[in-house]
């Protein structure tokens, strides 16, 4: 299943400048390993925003949750998902 992510994340101002550092290269580094397994197909950056828009490809709605648990940056963020079907008028993936 496809499903269409908007990730928006709000650390708290007060965090320690080190943790955030450490946070943002874990997530780096778990984002790259699921675009690597084909999970996390498109990845997105908003023009000034400390958000995403992407295409996670998962079996369905309980792995995309299992998954999103275990971003680094999950405590952080709001995230809206939206499931995707194919279209009849689609002439690729």
Do not use: C
Not at 12 to 24: C, Q
Not at 42 to 49: E, S
């Amino acid at each position: 299943m496809l499903y269409h992510i908007r990730m928006d994340v709000h650390v708290p101002r007060d965090m320690d400048p080190a943790e955030f550092a450490r946070l943002k290269a874990a997530e780096k580094t778990r984002a790259e390993a699921l675009q690597r397994e084909g999970k996390w197909r498109h990845l997105w950056r908003i023009a000034g925003a400390y958000a995403n828009y992407s295409v996670f490809d998962v079996a369905d709605h309980d792995e995309l949750h299992a998954i999103l648990g275990t971003l680094p940056l999950f405590p952080f963020m709001d995230i809206q998902v939206t499931p995707l079907a194919r279209h009849p008028s689609a002439i690729a993936d």
